[in-house]
């Protein structure tokens, strides 16, 4: 075979890569030959494809994938692409009977066999019976790894009807499921009895185990994702990233590409000034920078005629970059003579101009630490992550005369629109914003994100509708991750186990840009008369970082649960103990709570746990597989926010809920449901939710820090109040009558703290010859007030537990440190969790009443990952006597640790 | 990610796949495309045309002669796992095949565009370098047999030429006494070998009379660990020769270690005796 170079191998496997200090995005730019001739079309193959069970006659072109021809030309969009690489398995289909991943085959080698999609399982409207456990068991959560888990689980059952759990987890390891319900989608393979498995005839109201009502559409593969959308006479855009950490842009010149037939219209900073207001609190960032300040920085971006033509258009834009000095660590960032970031340094100020750390104070330190009979001194490294959700960042942008409609999966259709407004000068109502399905987000589908921008400006730019597909890398160099922290702790406390003092001096990273806060969360866990917490959000090199998961929470919460089990430890003290001591009862040691039942978290875990018969102090010992235990905890406030509802009842008893809500995954939609069926008493059958259109539906606040349900749900609640009282006073409407009910609610909570809680327990295996670390069991305990879905509210649980594995044990964007290039975008380079590494997560609830949420409830959507870090980290020190100071905690840094 | 264009031929038999190959300079062959296809829509490579062996029936199989066992080269990694014959007669093979990535992977993938690749994270070249595999290759309606050591040049590099099909790998059955396996350390989503040792010891009368012991995933290409088997040769078996011979397996190893994201080369070379030493025992195990 020809030779390919080591540089393309380097791409290829992604996983090996930082061998060298290759770039591993493509150069471009290099002065290209432009044919000003049309190109000869594409060379085509005419194929019969048999797609289940119908026979298609199609004129192909000899590169199309076969994921391509299923979803772009035969309209079979249930099969999804997540990576276009064979890494993530969302394109599974079956092929003559066996699986294969459709973005990794042509279109032409399947000529005359018979193809199965997920559109071919049900029977009509009839689930068949594997999709039907998938809906009881709560399979999908975003739904968009669905179709191939249902597709390598029917090949899985053709073959060995009655699978043993490994084997399920063996044969649907290629399907990576980022909302990480491996457990779930196991226990529906299986079909055995989940401890929380809704019992067949499930009651609809509040505090029953209740299938997602939107369930059926995600296991047929109808559910319509962004990706999905397909407009007549629609062009198909890219974008043009920088290869350099921070360079001038001396000069782009895009006629190259302009000249290409088929090329529609090519956009970079000479022609568009658009502000991306989302995009950093601080700074004016436009959608395309001078200087470009991370590798990935937007600098130009296509419309064209279809995706290979728009690929072209790029290679052949000239850009001339200027190198500059990078620096991708917050510490050195902040030293004198770093090269500057953004305008007036790089500490990102408090507000517009006030250039001062964050600061948190109260007590007396130096008093505390005098009184303290052992001071522990550590610090602690966390790194950057990628949200890596399922659905790749699309956007759809189509002009119909002044108005602007953009379909994107959005975590808030309603602040997208108005994010879309300001930035493109337009009122609000010239704006609709549409986000039917999305497929998982985590954080970085908030608000508007440049995509969309870029995609109305093209659409505008060429008069048709454009769509904007980010591939896997650019979503995990282009949108944003989890941000990377420095943490160095100084905790005092006196022999009988008493907390004295706290200090934490605190970076972290934001990358070029302020997206979010870049809080160091966790403190607020503990009582304590002296604390002092300074917290530096540094803009660096990297890629951006901001909302994932908890924010500030789990990196955080792992330095100071670990200086706490530190702490237990020198003390001699078992940490269980010292956490029912210690741990906060009134929210910064001042306000109380709304409810709060850390304390009864921690003592049933234990219980659960059996910790008392196996937690032993830390210690070395000498067998190659060394067993321990661990413990943290963690806490989390939903954030609060204007949002509406309307609720419509119709003359034939029917019930419109209309909710400004999208579903990124944890059950929103059927949440609203339950909640207007248990206060309207009506059967959930009878209910019907209007989601996802700016167009349809009133304000909501957006699916962000874990507050759908408390706020948007409190509205749904007020406008249910408002038609139980017309009901009295008119009786039920009749015919063609309707009764409308709308409320606008800002519940606000003086002078209380809502918080939700949790206590982890794990106990894992350390093997000391590779240093592997394999969970063996794990527990989490949580306090989100009522439980209004018992079975998503445990799914979100697991999913949580399961990505903060991940982060603990391998998950992390690495850079090359000499060029500033990142060099593991991807599903494999990044290593998230998969089905083989996903061991069963037991979830339990303590349920205290809570008088303010929708019948008591509080947060969940983002507790579950807070502690989980922290536990592992504190029982690989159980097993090793060793406490590891950077995440993750992957192999080679634990034999490390152990040599 | 979109693949650049290139025209598709389809081969109706192993003459016109030549033929098609001297008609159209530069073209790829395409098998079960898993490693050709991402490198297309990551241009990585850009041929002018592909042309598709996947339906010559004449290269699919495995048979076996007069103690030689021959696996055509469009045999897929499932089938090797799943064949009876191979697990009887060359058991490393088929446990190797049996670790490749996943389901859908290794129901595509073909051991002939596993070898032709030469990946060094492939697990298939370590176990045909310790089980002294030769390659069958063919060019112009002509046939020849590449040792499996000449065969695996470097770094995704091989013996082959433009014009050369491989037809099919042909590997000496394990003979009476002989136990095999093979053991890796893997990516634990992608599977590709960190490291891979494959093993083949032969016990006559209670001493190792052969070992032959590779490796892959570490090094650039899979390799011999001779200091091993010398260490091993002649020795009763025990868990202390066993860990004595793999703890000479860095003399094997050279300088040029890959090193990656998920794994160091110091981490790696740090593996390699642990991993030799688990293979040995299991193969050990298996003779006796
Ligand atoms: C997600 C994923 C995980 C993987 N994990 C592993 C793993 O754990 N272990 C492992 O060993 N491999 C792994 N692989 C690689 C896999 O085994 C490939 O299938 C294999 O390396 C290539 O075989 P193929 O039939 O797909 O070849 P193709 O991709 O079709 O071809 C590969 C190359 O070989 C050439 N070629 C193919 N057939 C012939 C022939 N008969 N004669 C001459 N040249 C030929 C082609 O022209 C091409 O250059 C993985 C691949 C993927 C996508
Ligand atoms: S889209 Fe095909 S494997 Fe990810
Ligand atoms: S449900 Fe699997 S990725 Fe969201």
């Known amino acids: 075979m020809g030779r390919i170079s080591r540089r393309s191998f380097i791409e290829r496997t992604g996983a090996l890569a930082a061998a060298t200090t290759l770039p591993t995005l493509k150069l471009r730019g290099a002065a290209q030959q432009v044919d000003d001739q049309p190109a000869d079309p594409a060379p085509t193959t005419r194929i019969t494809l048999r797609v289940n069970g119908e026979t298609h006659e199609l004129e192909v072109e000899d590169r199309w994938t076969l994921a391509e021809v299923l979803r772009d ?371 970085n589908k908030n ?119 530190q ?86 008893g029917h019930l419109w809920v209309h909710v400004g809500v999208t579903d990124i995954g944890t059950g929103a939609k059927t949440t609203m449901a339950l909640l207007a069926a248990e206060a309207m008493e009506m059967r959930l059958d009878d209910v019907s939710v209007v989601w996802g259109d700016t167009d349809r539906c009133p304000y909501s606040v957006g699916e962000s820090g874990s507050r759908t349900t408390v706020q948007t749900g409190d509205a749904v609640l007020a406008a249910a109040a408002d038609l139980r009282q017309q009901l009295v006073v008119q009786g039920p409407p009749r015919g063609d009558a ?64 399961t990505i903060g594995i991940g982060m603990a044990l391998h998950e992390e964007l690495r850079y090359d ?5 990142p060099v593991n975008p991807g599903y494999y380079g990044a290593r998230v969790m998969t089905h083989l590494d996903t061991p069963e997560i037991e979830v339990h609830f303590v349920e205290p009443e809570d008088a303010y949420g929708p019948y008591g409830a509080k947060a969940i959507g983002e507790p579950p990952i807070i502690p989980v870090v922290a536990a592992i980290g504190n029982a690989i020190f159980n097993a090793t006597g060793r406490r590891l100071h950077e995440l993750p905690f992957s192999r080679d840094r634990i034999l490390e640790a152990l040599a | 990610m979109y693949a650049p264009e290139f025209a598709y031929y389809r081969a109706g038999s192993l003459a016109e796949a030549g033929q098609l190959l001297q008609q159209h300079p530069g073209a790829k062959l395409l098998a079960g495309g898993h490693s050709l296809i991402p490198l297309l829509k990551l241009r990585l490579t850009t041929p002018p045309a592909l042309i598709d062996i996947g339906r010559l029936d004449e290269l699919k199989g495995i048979s076996v002669t007069d103690g030689r066992v021959r696996i055509g080269a469009l045999t897929t990694h499932a089938e090797l796992a799943a064949s009876s014959e191979l697990a009887a007669r060359c058991p490393a093979l088929a446990e190797a095949a049996g670790l490749i990535g996943d389901p859908a992977v290794r129901n595509r993938g073909t051991i002939g565009g596993n070898v032709a690749h030469a990946d060094p994270a492939s697990d298939l070249p370590t176990v045909l370098r310790a089980l002294d595999a030769t390659i069958a290759v063919t060019v112009d309606g002509s046939e020849r047999s590449i040792p499996a050591a000449d065969f695996f040049e470097g770094m995704m590099e091989t013996a082959l030429g433009d014009h050369d099909i491989v037809t099919a790998i042909e590997v000496p059955a394990a003979s009476a006494g002989q136990g095999q396996a093979y053991i890796k350390f893997s990516h634990p989503a992608s599977r590709y070998a960190v490291v891979g040792a494959a093993a083949s010891v032969t016990l006559t009368g209670g001493t190792i009379s052969t070992a032959a012991v590779a490796l892959g995933g570490l090094v650039p290409v899979a390799t011999r660990a001779d200091s091993v088997e010398q260490a091993l040769t002649g020795q009763t078996p025990s868990v202390d020769t066993i860990a004595a011979a793999a703890a000479a397996v860095s003399a094997d190893l050279g300088d040029d270690l890959i090193g990656d994201i998920y794994a160091s080369a110091e981490y790696r070379r740090a593996m390699a005796p642990v991993c030799v030493k688990r293979a040995l025992t299991a193969a050990v195990e298996r003779a006796g």
């Open chain 1, 73 to 443: 030309h035969l309209g079979l969009t249930g099969t999804k692409v997540g990576c276009d690489r064979g890494e993530c398995g969302a394109c599974t289909v079956r092929l003559d009977g066996t699986t294969v991943y459709s973005c990794s085959q042509l279109a032409v080698w399947a000529d005359g066999r018979a193809v199965s999609t997920v559109e071919g399982l049900a029977d009509g409207d009839q689930l068949n019976a594997l999709q039907q456990r998938f809906v009881a068991h709560d399979g999908p959560q975003c739904g968009f790894c669905t179709a191939g888990q249902l597709m390598s689980a029917s090949a899985l059952l053709d073959d060995t009807p009655n699978p043993t759990r490994d084997q399920v987890r063996e044969g649907l390891v290629g399907n990576i499921c980022r909302c990480s319900n491996y457990n779930r989608y196991v226990e529906a393979v299986l079909d055995g009895a989940s401890a929380d498995a809704p019992s067949a005839r499930a009651l609809t109201t509040v505090g029953a185990l209740t299938p997602r009502i939107d369930a059926p559409e995600r296991v047929t593969g109808r559910a319509r994702y962004t990706g999905d959308v397909r407009l007549p006479g629609m062009l198909y855009a890219r974008v043009l990233r920088s290869p350099h950490p921070h360079a001038r842009v001396r000069r782009v010149d895009t006629r190259p590409a302009e000249r290409l037939p088929g090329v529609r219209a090519v956009i970079s900073r000479n022609t568009c000034d658009v502000v991306w207001t989302s995009g950093d609190s601080r700074n004016d960032r436009f959608l395309f920078n001078d200087p470009v300040r991370f590798v990935g920085d937007p600098v130009a971006a296509v419309a064209a005629v279809d995706r290979h033509t728009a690929e072209e258009a790029l290679e052949a834009i000239v850009v001339d970059y200027e190198p500059l000095n990078f620096v991708l660590d917050p510490e050195e960032a902040l030293r004198p003579g770093a090269v500057e970031i953004q305008p007036g340094g790089n500490l990102s100020p408090r507000g517009r101009g006030v250039r001062e750390p964050e600061v948190y104070e109260r007590g007396d330190l130096d008093a505390g630490f005098a009184a303290s009979d052992v001071v522990l001194e550590d610090a602690f490294t966390s790194k950057h992550i990628n949200n890596a959700q399922l659905e790749p960042r699309v956007s759809v942008a189509r002009w119909d005369g002044d108005r602007l409609t953009v379909w994107t999966p959005t975590q808030g259709i309603s602040n997208c629109q108005r994010d879309l407004a300001r930035d493109l000068d337009l009122p609000p109502a010239d704006v609709r914003v549409v986000c039917e399905y999305m497929g998982g987000g985590f954080g």
């Open chain 1, 738 to 801: 309707v009764l409308v009910a709308e409320a606008t609610t800002n519940p606000r909570i003086e002078g209380m703290a809502r918080y939700a809680s949790a206590a982890h327990f794990v106990e894992l295996e350390v093997d000391v010859a590779v240093g592997h670390v394999r969970v063996v069991r794990y527990v989490a305990v949580h306090e989100s007030g009522r439980i209004l879905n018992p079975l998503t509210s445990a799914s979100q649980v697991k999913g949580g537990v």
């Open chain 1, 817 to 821: 440190r000499a060029t500033g290039i």
């Open chain 1, 567 to 652: 702490m237990a430890h020198e003390l001699e003290i078992d940490p269980v103990a010292f956490h029912l001591k210690n741990v906060s009862r009134a929210y910064l040691d001042e306000t109380p709570y709304t409810s709060w039942a850390l304390p009864e978290c921690i003592a049933r875990g234990a219980e659960i746990f059996g910790w008392a018969s196996r937690w032993r102090r830390a210690g070395a010992g000498d067998v190659a597989v060394r067993r321990g235990v661990g413990m943290a905890t963690g806490a989390f406030s939903a954030r609060t926010g204007r949002s509406s509802a309307v609720l419509r009842l119709d003359g034939d």
């Open chain 1, 447 to 565: 608000q508007c994100q440049d995509s969309d921008l870029i995609a109305a400006v093209l659409a505008r730019e060429t008069g048709s509708a454009v769509k904007l597909e980010y591939t896997r890398k650019e979503d995990f160099l282009g949108v944003h991750g989890r941000w990377p922290t420095r943490q160095y702790y100084r905790v005092g406390a006196t022999r009988d186990g008493t907390l004295q003092a706290i200090e934490l001096r605190g970076y972290s990273g934001l990358g070029p840009h302020r997206k979010s806060s870049g809080g160091i969360a966790g403190i607020e866990l503990f009582r304590c008369p002296n604390v002092r917490r300074v917290v530096h959000p540094t803009y660096t090199n990297m890629t951006v970082s901001a909302n994932f998961r908890g924010p500030a929470y789990p990196q955080g919460v792992w330095g100071i649960e670990s200086m706490m089990d």
